[in-house]
């Protein structure tokens, strides 16, 4: 299997639902308005409608807001990788702004990069309409359930 971002496979239907469910539990991305329009094993895509309430005090996308989806993104492809009694954490997350988020839409492209039984290393990009505006990468953390 390919974790090539730029080549997308088909979500098996068990793996979408399965990952729709946990969405559920995910309260803050539907607070913001996101939501995620491609699962596939190790590469997920999210998608926001940017309203004033996502803006910072020039009218920009909110940097909070662009880390988020980066965030999100990132961690829900690594989510697409491990078994569903598992859960996954970020570790930690290094971003960089490459242009102000201005229009009308976000969209967050996160893909896996190495996926161990304990870390994986993820990076997502975050795109303004038909604008590339941050790069992250970021190391998620594998939760193992209690016994």
Known sequence: MSLNPFEPTTAAPDLEARIRRKLTRQRFMHLIGADLTVITPGRVEAELILGEQHQQQRGFAHGGLIATMADLVAGFAGVTLIPDDHSLVTS???????????????????????????????????????????????????????S
């Open 92 to 146: 930690d997350l290094k971003i960089s702004y490459l242009h102000p988020g201005v229009g009308q839409k976000l969209k967050a492209i996160g893909w896996v990069l190495k996926a161990g039984r304990r870390l994986q290393f993820c990076e997502a990009e975050v795109w303004c309409d038909d604008l590339l505006i941050a790069k992250a990468s970021g190391t998620m953390v594998v939760i193992e359930p209690q």
